[in-house]
């Protein structure tokens, strides 16, 4: 987890912001809910899950991630930002892990 702070500090720095806040978000995600929404305007949010399940696609702003049964994401989390929607089909509960840094 250490490296994704790394990484974070680092992002952070190249967008100009030298002071900001992070903490774990978990966002679970029940059997049947096949549409969540998040707020993230003026913060972003980490994807450091080691997979996302087969038939789920995360969409942001900024950028589109779509799942699969391959646990194989790169150390480097993905960053969401704005409007950010989960969307799942007929698939067991499950949880995503991001870190969520709102810029001071």
Same mark, same amino acid.
């Given at each position: 987890? =250490?490296?994704?702070?790394?990484?974070?500090?680092?992002?952070?720095?190249?967008?100009?912001?030298?002071?900001?806040?992070?903490?774990?978000?978990?966002?679970?995600?029940? =059997?049947?809910?096949?549409?969540?929404?998040?707020?993230?305007?003026?913060?972003?949010?980490?994807?450091?899950?080691? =997979?996302?399940?087969?038939?789920?696609?995360?969409?942001?702003?900024?950028?589109?991630?779509?799942?699969? =049964?391959?646990?194989?994401?790169?150390?480097?989390?993905?960053?969401?930002?704005?409007?950010?929607?989960?969307?799942?089909?007929?698939?067991?509960?499950?949880?995503?892990?991001?870190?969520?840094?709102?810029?001071?």
């Amino acid at each position: 987890m =250490s490296e994704h702070f790394e990484y974070i500090k680092s992002r952070m720095k190249e967008l100009g912001n030298t002071n900001f806040h992070a903490e774990a978000l978990e966002e679970k995600i029940l =059997s049947g809910e096949t549409l969540k929404q998040i707020k993230a305007y003026n913060e972003y949010l980490y994807l450091v899950s080691d =997979s996302v399940p087969n038939g789920v696609i995360i969409h942001s702003d900024t950028f589109i991630l779509k799942g699969s =049964s391959i646990s194989n994401f790169p150390h480097i989390p993905y960053e969401f930002t704005g409007h950010v929607i989960i969307t799942s089909g007929n698939i067991p509960d499950f949880s995503l892990q991001f870190i969520r840094v709102t810029p001071e």
